[in-house]
């Protein structure tokens, strides 16, 4: 129950930052600076961080933070979608069958974003709740 309520809270905080683009709000805490350009996975591990999941765990540049989480095949609310082709990071918001819907850190814009890819063009997923 926990992990369920958990999931569905990373997924509230990642949706609440729809529109915004403060890339140092994201990094600060998580990195010494400067802040890499690219903000993706801050935004991700930030989203955990205001839940109480991986609070012990910082940015390491060059790596990024889910290299300590197992993958997954069968996503689920509050995973990250990773994308090997631009090195994107997304939070997991819903899954219809093979439609997975997504919150992104750094998306067009420059800026929060939501959208939807099919599972297949995803590149991993990651369990980072349990």
């Not at 939501?114 to 590149?123: E, I, L």
Request: aromatic fraction near 14%; include cysteine.
């Amino acid at each position: 129950m926990i992990k369920y309520l958990q999931r569905q809270l990373v997924c509230f905080v990642a949706k609440s930052q729809l529109g915004l683009g403060d890339a140092t709000k994201y990094w600060n805490g998580i990195v010494a600076k400067p802040y890499p350009a690219s903000w993706c996975g801050a935004f991700c591990l930030w989203c955990y961080h205001r839940v109480g999941v991986a609070r012990g765990v910082n940015w390491l540049v060059g790596t990024g933070f889910l290299y300590r989480y197992p993958t997954t095949t069968n996503p689920q609310k509050g995973d990250v979608a990773y994308f090997l082709k631009y090195q994107h990071e997304a939070m997991v918001v819903g899954v219809s069958g093979e439609d997975i819907s997504l919150i992104n850190g750094n998306g067009n814009g420059a800026v929060v974003t939501r959208g939807t890819v099919k599972k297949s063009a995803v590149t991993a997923f990651y369990n980072v709740i349990g």
